[in-house]
């Protein structure tokens, strides 16, 4: 064993391997769930596959073959637990040279740790679905579960999720309590994904053990080694009880968020570090005191990033890092003639691509901030390489890109000046349903069935991640789809949040058709108009448009099969960003009332479904608002 001790806590990893099989802190002897095998308490892992296979890739928990100290003095111990590979290894082990590193410090309550991973050039071909670290706490300790200020509450033990105490619902992880330990907590429905967050969301999160009075907290400084941006979610903590430091994985994403490495491609990436928190109070005081002080703790981390004690050379630190500033206007002539202020838009770093590719990227680093009331902005400690610098902006569609490439390098401080987004446009707002957010939260989330309730999330702003909604869409419309009358109808009660199947007879299930009914007082005969149609999530799904004519054998539109998100199944209100520009000639439009046609024809499974972030009818284009210099 390797014993890591500050006085405060002791941590107890296995030698050579780099398990943590011990955590001693608070007055209890192991933090860790003794009652599991040692490899299965506190470790990274991974799941891997070669990019020619199917299936769901190998599950590795990873295993040092070799123990070296790194740094060892008077303030702190960096220890390093690597495993090596060679072509003896191939098809055993997935082809990386992997360190992972852990670090204690004086006076630290808690650790951190943090992973290299390689890949030489001219190695195997091979993909990476998921990579985190997962730690497993005593599940006799603790019960008390906190991932935000308004998501936490005592949680069912893992007992519970197995038969007889536990019913398994439409997927494993979906578990109906029976008769759960605790009673209070039975008829309630448990899932890990319930508790997801969005990249951007995800601060202190962990377990409360009440007696003593002891907090485990996973805390992640900074996003810019996870990947898919700002929006990606990722698991947190769940039943179990585990918390994760999730970096990589297809979750609300698919197969676009597995990095892939082909034709011997060289890559290097540094996971972490991330702080396991520790903190304790006097027994009897409310729980919410520990939680506030993991939140001033996740504080004190991102201010502290990049940290300067990190002894890896694959780790750079403030010196060798450098900054991108610059002030964000949006500018829509059919909205302002001036350009507008792109007020608490998302501005980023991430590998050159695409408009919006930054979404699926999935190898390099990224970069994110907000832009300020003013639209200002500044992205710091940045690692040298080459970016584009992407941007998206609440209340308008599309995505914004950078023309030039931008090299980071040491110690440089970039300033862009003004930069002007302009989001796709060609004519005049006709109507609108929705909100520009890259989300469906604004429209109609029902209620729950009554025998499927996780009551954590009963009148709450994330009702959405309530078991079973998409049944709710039978339960409200079993016979006639949903019809939406702009101008009469709103959409925050009238468009149900997902355009899911029907549940038929037999364990079938069909398309749906909703149609969109508007009026036109007249009908220009010299222009074309636009349909906009933003997405905010697609699983497994194709969206089919027809205008004026519901039986038309071709669709004047369809996306083709799209998404592998699954964001439905995982109580998301959001997955991949899809937007699509539909031409309808003038043709196709008549004085008076009009009806588009929206089609989700693949029925195979209740998960088939799209979930609308926006959709907006254009008129022809015409005059626009004159240009006022600023």
């Given amino acids: 064993m390797v014993v890591l001790d500050n006085g405060i806590l002791q941590v107890t990893l296995s030698n050579p391997e780099g398990i943590v099989t011990g955590i001693q802190y608070g007055g209890i002897d192991n933090l860790l769930e003794i009652l599991n095998e040692e490899d299965n308490r506190g470790y990274w892992d991974l799941v891997w596959g070669d990019p020619g296979s199917s299936g769901r890739g190998t599950f590795d928990v990873i295993k040092g073959t070799k123990f070296c100290v790194v740094v060892e003095n008077d303030d702190q111990v960096e220890v390093s637990f690597t495993r090596a590979w060679d072509p003896s290894l191939k098809g055993n082990f997935v082809p990386l040279n992997i360190d992972k590193r852990f670090i204690l410090l004086r006076g630290c309550s808690g650790f951190y740790t943090y992973a290299i991973y390689e890949h030489l050039e001219g190695w195997p071909d091979f993909y990476l679905s998921e990579t985190r670290v997962a730690f497993k706490l005593r599940k006799d300790k603790f019960q008390y579960m906190a991932i935000a200020d308004n998501r ?56 409360i053990c009440t007696d003593p009075l002891v907090g485990f907290w996973e805390i992640t400084p900074t996003n810019e080694f996870r990947t898919g941006g700002p929006l990606k979610q990722n698991l947190t903590s769940h039943v179990g009880p585990t918390t994760l430091a999730m970096f990589q994985s297809g979750h609300y ?90 007020n608490c838009a998302y501005v980023g770093l991430a590998l050159p691509g695409d408009a919006g590719s930054w979404q699926r990227e999935c190898k390099g680093y990224q970069f994110w901030t907000k832009t300020d009331f003013e639209g200002c902005f500044t992205i710091t400690s940045v690692r040298i390489g080459d970016y584009n610098l992407y941007a998206w902006v609440y209340g308008f569609i599309g995505d914004y890109k950078y023309d030039a490439k931008i090299t980071i390098s040491s110690g440089c401080d970039i300033d862009l000046g003004e930069i002007v987004f302009e989001p796709p446009r060609d004519g005049p707002t006709l109507w609108e349903i929705g909100i520009p957010d890259r989300s469906a939260a604004e429209f109609y989330v029902p209620d729950p069935n009554p025998k499927y309730v996780n009551k954590l999330y009963v009148d709450h702003p994330d009702r959405f991640r309530q ?133 989700q024809p693949r029925c195979t499974s209740p998960f088939q479904a799209i979930l609308y972030d926006y959709i907006r009818l254009e008129g022809p284009p015409s005059e626009v608002l004159p240009h006022h210099s600023q």
């Fill in 467 to 599: 078991y079973g909604l998409w049944e709710r869409y039978g339960d409200l419309y079993p016979n006639e789809d949903l019809v939406y009358t702009v101008g009469a109808s709103d959409y925050r009660k009238d468009w149900f949040f997902a355009q899911v199947t029907r549940k038929g007879e037999n364990g079938t299930y069909q398309a749906t058709t909703w149609q969109i009914k508007f009026n036109l007082d007249s009908v220009n005969k010299d222009g074309t108009y636009k349909l906009r149609v933003a997405l905010a999530s697609a699983a497994i799904a194709e969206l089919q448009v027809r205008f004026n004519d519901p039986k038309a054998n071709r669709p004047h539109f369809t996306t083709g099969r799209i998404g592998m998100d699954n964001a439905i199944a995982r109580h998301g209100i959001h997955g991949l960003y899809w937007l699509y520009s539909i031409d309808i000639p003038n043709t196709q439009l008549v004085v008076g009332v009009n009806t588009i046609f929206l089609t």
């Fill in 152 to 207: 936490q509450r005592i949680m069912p033990m893992p007992d519970d999720r197995l038969p007889p105490r536990g019913q398994k619902l439409a997927y494993p992880e979906a578990v109906l309590l029976v008769n759960p330990i605790n009673p209070d907590l039975k008829g309630e429905v448990d899932d890990k994904y319930q508790y997801s967050c969005d990249n951007k969301d995800i601060g202190a999160h962990g377990w």
């Fill in 253 to 342: 994403a698919g197969d676009d968020l597995v990095p892939k490495f082909r034709n011997g491609e060289p890559w290097k990436k540094v996971f972490g570090p991330v702080f396991i928190y520790l903190n304790s109070a006097l027994t009897g005081l409310d729980c919410s005191v520990l939680w506030e002080d993991a939140k001033e703790q996740m504080m004190t981390e991102v201010q502290s990033w990049p940290y300067s004690f990190p002894a890896s050379m694959d780790y750079p630190t403030e010196e060798e890092r450098g900054s991108v500033s610059g002030r964000l206007l949006v500018r829509d002539r059919f909205v302002s003639g001036d350009d507008l202020i792109a």
